[in-house]
């Protein structure tokens, strides 16, 4: 999980925001980490819209440290 902060700290690319997306999602619906599993929806949907996602970016590094 560390490790996905970093990326997401050093890259905004638009492949590894979907990577980190999906994967969180994952990993989060097999915690039953809700709020890991909203903000990884939340990063796919801005994604999916083609709008910034440095807010959604923010909070999932948050909720990882």
Excluded at 11 to 24: E, G, H, I, M, P
Excluded at 30 to 35: L, R, Y
């Amino acid at each position: 999980m560390a490790h996905v902060a970093d990326v997401l700290e050093d890259s905004k690319d638009n492949r590894t925001l979907d990577y980190v997306a999906q994967f969180l999602g994952g990993v989060a619906h097999s915690a039953k980490d809700h709020n890991m599993l909203k903000a990884s929806e939340a990063l796919a949907a801005r994604r999916d819209a083609s709008e910034p996602t440095s807010s959604e970016t923010a909070q999932i590094i948050g909720l990882i440290q």
